[in-house]
């Protein structure tokens, strides 16, 4: 008998070729899109849910959250799945105005006041610059737009890992947080495995032959088309995302196999050079050692930091309350790393490790809402 794909072919889900806006209006719930330009000139796509569909016109203010995506991701990670599976839904229809940000160098943070993403100059920034600047911008933004003195922060991967910094090290931001949760948190990085181990231990100048303008797997038009072709069959469906997401770890049967299409054609979703390149030295550290940027010499980084190794990061002064939900399965917040940090956060209120999550069933995985978004939701709605 002949074989015949067509048999095995999936419907295509129609957010596979949406932006984050036109997925928010699919699902029937309201929302806002703004740039937030940050103090180097970033501008930054930044939406908003300001209510869900269930008590639309409560007119009161609602507590406001702000999600913050990972590495190689967008906003789009909190709308990904079906409502009742999605963060921010979920959020919205607790109650909440939901924000979610985008980092500099994206899909939607492609933009700035006087440089091209043509530019090799565009793309000189790692994470460094994300909280020193992004997380600033976007948390003042949201502040003065809503009115509230304090909003509440989840942030998932690097997510995690620009609030610790910048958290610890810019008191009058960290003033305005409420609550921080930390999904899959990562601050040190000297234990990842796996696949994730081996692509962030390539030499330097594989990635420079690989990424010669600076930007790394940024989202592109052949995205969606493979995602929803090549990929939209229930044979090679599992095949695609086990390569699109072989750095964070995958678990078909964590997922909603009828959202493949959506991960894959919304991932990756682009950064920069540098970022990697960021990553790379940290996993290189000897010991549980983060620091900023390593220009590559003494003379460079005398330059930015005056002094000519740069300074290393600490959490000991975090004073926000801060919740954690971590993987024993996670290939990039490795077990080790975390519980490492863990007794470092000098006011962590909440821990819970999950021993069957790798790093993307956080924001994907169809346990979530029970295993996770149920308790950020009863923590807010007890927090003082």
């Known amino acids: 008998m002949a074989y015949n794909s067509s048999e095995h072919l999936k419907p295509v889900n129609p957010e596979s070729w949406m932006n984050i806006g036109q997925i928010i209006s699919y699902w029937g719930y309201p929302h806002e899109e703004y740039e937030v330009e940050t103090e180097d000139g970033f501008i930054l796509g930044t939406y908003r849910i300001p209510h869900g569909k269930v008590n639309s016109n409560n007119s009161a203010p609602r507590p406001v959250v702000f999600l913050q995506h990972g590495l190689l991701a967008s906003a789009s990670t909190w709308i990904s799945n079906l409502p009742s599976n999605s963060l921010a839904f979920v959020l919205a229809d607790a109650g909440y105005d939901v924000w979610l940000g985008n980092s500099r160098g994206n899909t939607f943070s492609r933009k700035h006041v006087n440089l091209s993403p043509e530019s090799k100059e565009f793309w000189a920034f790692s994470f460094d610059e994300m909280a020193k600047y992004d997380l600033p911008a976007s948390i003042n933004f949201i502040i003065k737009k809503t009115g509230q003195d304090q909003i509440h922060y989840v942030g998932h991967s690097q997510g995690t890992l620009t609030a610790f910094i910048a958290f610890s090290y810019i008191p009058g931001l960290a003033q305005k947080i409420k609550t921080f949760f930390a999904l899959a948190p990562v601050f040190y990085l000297g234990h990842i495995k796996g696949v994730t181990k081996l692509a962030l231990t390539l030499p330097p100048i594989v990635y ?168 950020i939701i009863y923590i807010l709605k007890n927090s003082p």
């Not at 095949?239 to 990756?268: E, H, M, T, W």
Request: charged share 20%.
């Open 208 to 375: 420079k032959v690989i990424f010669p303008h600076h930007e790394v797997l940024p989202q592109t038009i052949l995205n969606r088309i493979v995602a929803t072709t090549v990929c939209n069959n229930n044979i090679m469906d599992v095949i695609c995302c086990k390569i699109n997401f072989a750095l964070y770890g995958f678990d078909p049967k964590s997922l909603n196999k009828s959202r493949f299409d959506v991960y894959l054609s919304q991932n990756p979703a682009g950064t920069s050079l540098q970022d990697i390149f960021h990553i790379l030295q940290a996993v290189k550290e000897v010991r549980e050692v983060l620091r900023a940027y390593d220009f590559g010499n003494p003379v460079e980084n005398m330059k930015h930091y005056n002094q000519p190794i740069p300074p290393q990061y600490s959490v000991k002064n975090l004073k926000v309350r801060t919740a954690v939900w971590h993987g024993l399965k996670d290939n990039l917040a490795d077990p080790v790393d975390v519980n490492f940090l863990l007794p470092q956060i000098p006011n962590l209120i909440y821990l819970k490790t999950l021993p069957s999550y790798n790093h993307i069933d956080f924001v994907f995985g169809y346990r979530a809402v029970w295993d996770i978004y149920s308790e």
